[in-house]
């Protein structure tokens, strides 16, 4: 009986010991930009096993980011840190207009008995060999700002590289991914696979990312989850910000087709959202953030259209009359991959609804006077030009 518990208490000891031999871990996608406001903004990675995870950040005052303890930020729910490989931290109570560096740190959590947790060594992004990251927060008081726009990639992550290249030269005030970025979502690791990587290695890490679902990414077996992926700052996938001129509206358009379609599986119950979701936006219209902007702009995957496929028809009849009354300077689309101007006046909109063609970049520059767009190819041929005067 003794040998047999030394044999025991020996196995168990292997264990732990394998346990904590376990290699560091290691950040397999991200960093990415989600939510940045004038005061905050939201840092999304994943790493290769359970971990606590935080960011750091340092004023970009010219002092090394090992000058001194910087201040940390945790994902934390209800004043408990989350363990997990999907990690997302919000930063806040910061100054507008002005530029942080950031770094985000790993501890992997080995689970012990009772509830338990020893943690392995820490590992982070580095700020000794590179530059730790940097993110500037928005300012309503800047006078003129750019932003690029991509809908309809499905899939084609080359062409997506392509477009989005210089992204993080060219000095965007965020990049808009205005829906269907995949045609399918069947697992997490797809949409990294598809997009997600390439954005953050190109831009996102330092540029903020505007997330717009289309209607593809209601569809496959990762769908319902897909939003944990993209923390917005009213938690949903529609929601709104400020900045320099422009106030920015994100809508979520939902499926194209009646939610009884046979494609949906008997799941859908987007008229119901497009409802809910209505409300949210004549709040939105009637504040004073929103009425005292110079320049208002809508996102949102699917054109308003009175005789289109129903989605189309259900955004016409819930949200073009909210804004219509408000008062909107343009609404930008994709999902018909092609060139389309509705010009104001025009089919019940009292505002420019223009959609941007698949697999092309939209270049937009906005000031208080007007907005300056181009659309460019995957060969940087610039095929459409736009100009709307206020
Ligand atoms: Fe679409």
């Known amino acids: 009986m003794k040998k047999l518990i030394l044999i025991l208490s020996l196995l168990i000891a292997g264990a732990a010991t394998a346990q904590d031999n376990k290699k560091s871990v290691v950040i397999t996608e991200g960093p990415y930009l989600q939510a940045v406001g004038e005061n905050e903004f939201t840092v999304v990675w994943k790493t290769d096993q359970d971990a606590v995870a935080w960011v750091e950040i340092a004023p970009d005052d010219g002092t090394h980011f090992y000058n001194c303890e910087r201040p940390q930020f945790y994902q934390a729910q209800f004043g408990r840190k989350v363990i997990g490989t999907l990690h997302k931290v919000k930063v806040s109570g910061l100054k507008p207009a002005t530029t942080y560096r950031y770094r985000i740190i790993n501890a992997a959590a080995l689970k012990g008995e009772k509830d338990r947790v020893r943690f392995t060594e820490l590992r982070g992004s580095d700020v000794y060999r590179r530059q730790p990251?940097?993110?500037t927060t928005f300012d309503r008081n800047k006078s003129g700002i750019s932003f690029a726009v991509v809908n309809d990639i499905h899939g084609k992550t080359t062409e997506l590289e392509t477009l989005l290249a210089d992204a993080a030269k060219r000095k965007y005030d965020f990049v808009c991914f205005n829906g269907d970025m995949t045609s399918r979502n069947n697992t997490q690791s797809e949409v990294f696979k598809f997009y997600m990587s390439s954005a953050s290695k190109l831009f996102a890490a330092q540029t903020p990312l505007v997330y717009v679902r289309g209607n593809h990414e209601t569809r496959g077996a990762y769908a319902t989850s897909l939003p944990e992926l993209?923390?917005?700052?009213?938690?949903?996938?529609?929601?709104?910000?400020?900045?320099?001129?422009?106030?920015?509206?994100?809508?979520?358009?939902?499926?194209?087709?009646?939610?009884?379609?046979?494609?949906?599986s008997g799941l859908a119950c987007?008229?119901?959202?497009?409802?809910?979701?209505?409300?949210?936006?004549?709040?939105?219209?009637?504040?004073?953030?929103?009425?005292?902007?110079?320049?208002?702009?809508?996102?949102?995957?699917?054109?308003?259209?009175?005789?289109?496929?129903?989605?189309?028809?259900?955004i016409h009849k819930k949200f073009v009359p909210i804004l219509n009354e408000a008062g909107v300077d343009l609404w930008l689309s994709g999902h018909i991959h092609k060139y389309k101007l509705t010009e104001a006046g025009e089919d019940g909109c009292n505002f420019p609804v223009l959609c941007n063609p698949n697999v092309c970049r939209l270049d937009a520059q906005v000031d208080a006077n007007g907005i300056d767009v181009k659309i460019f190819d995957v060969n940087s041929t610039l095929l459409h030009t736009y100009q709307l005067k206020k």
């Not at 009637?286 to 289109?308: D, L, N, Q, T, Y």
């Open 133 to 135: 990251y940097y993110v």
């Open 270 to 314: 987007y008229d119901q959202y497009r409802t809910e979701q209505a409300e949210w936006l004549r709040e939105i219209a009637a504040s004073e953030e929103f009425r005292s902007a110079p320049m208002r702009i809508v996102f949102c995957h699917i054109p308003p259209e009175i005789k289109g496929w129903h989605g189309a028809a259900d």
């Open 230 to 264: 993209f923390p917005s700052s009213t938690g949903k996938p529609y929601y709104s910000f400020r900045q320099g001129p422009a106030y920015f509206i994100v809508l979520d358009c939902g499926e194209d087709k009646p939610d009884n379609d046979m494609e949906y």
